[in-house]
């Protein structure tokens, strides 16, 4: 039996494939078995990976929220859209996690003339990062080669003019929500330009950076709809762990979301990042 990829390629159905989602979200072996033959007897010819993993979610939704967090990571990174705002200022706190200082929204001057509006800057003690934070509202799209070579001309073209002002090296760094094509990790690799996206590089790829330090957005949690989204940015809180210590009256006082929302909420946030 075929199913039809994001991308609207068709492939042979895979039940590992399935199993082995379920195991990298962290569930155990039993929920894992439960769960992938609940969804099998729904499967039908033709459907696409997309629906397959809303009915896997929704399984685990009912047998457990926290594995249906972590399964609905691709997804909550998805829901940071649709303009792509909300995913830069995501790059910016997920770096500064990292050790990174931040800052969204530059605009930085070429040798040009030219002014270029910069999604994320980010330094290190000797490294300036110009960062393009590539959003796309569909899986099936991966960022290309001209996304990369549009970088790297902005790069150079910044780095000209601040070559003399400067003593940090400058460096371009690409994230991107999906994946990239190939032509476009060759071409980044032969310019040294650092790119993050979904499972790229293997290990320093967007989940690995997410999981590493348990940066879920709080767009996994599966109470947290478009509005609770938008009123946490406003108080710069992109992580479900930064849900944990707020009490259903802040929840209320702060973003106008009501008690019983607030309580489900923070519940599955607790259950997700292991915190009490």
């Not at 929704?58 to 792509?84: D, Q, V």
């Not at 003593?167 to 032969?190: C, D, V």
Request: contains cysteine; positive net charge.
């Amino acid at each position: 039996m075929k199913v039809t990829k994001a991308s609207g390629e068709q492939e042979i159905y895979n039940r590992q494939k399935l199993c082995n989602s379920l195991k990298a979200a962290g569930a155990p072996k039993d929920l894992v078995d439960r769960v992938c033959r609940m969804v099998e007897k729904e499967i039908t010819p033709g459907m696409t990976t997309q629906e397959i993993s809303e009915r896997t979610r929704a399984y685990l939704l009912k047998e457990s929220p926290m594995h249906a967090a972590r399964y609905s990571l691709r997804r909550g990174i998805m829901e940071l859209g649709p303009s792509g705002f909300l995913f830069e200022q995501y790059v910016a706190a997920l770096l500064k996690e990292y050790g990174y200082s931040t800052k969204t929204n530059q605009i930085m001057k070429g040798e040009s003339g030219v002014f270029h509006e910069i999604d994320v800057f980010a330094s290190t003690k000797d490294t300036h990062y110009i960062i393009e934070a590539k959003y796309h509202n569909s899986r099936g799209i991966k960022s290309d080669v001209t996304v990369v070579m549009y970088l790297y001309a902005r790069l150079l073209d910044i780095e000209e003019y601040k070559r003399e002002k400067e003593k940090e090296k400058h460096t371009a760094w690409l994230f991107t929500n999906t994946k990239f094509t190939r032509s476009a990790i060759q071409y980044g690799a032969y310019k040294n330009i650092r790119m993050t996206g979904w499972k790229y590089p293997k290990k320093e790829s967007l989940e690995k950076l997410i999981e590493g330090k348990s940066l879920y957005p709080v767009t996994v949690l599966p109470s947290v709809n478009r509005y609770a989204t938008e009123r946490f940015a406003e108080r710069k809180l992109y992580f479900a762990k930064d849900l944990v210590s707020l009490n259903p009256q802040q929840f209320k006082k702060l973003f106008g979301i009501n008690q019983k929302i607030a309580q489900n909420i923070r519940k599955e946030a607790i259950l997700l990042c292991g915190q009490n």
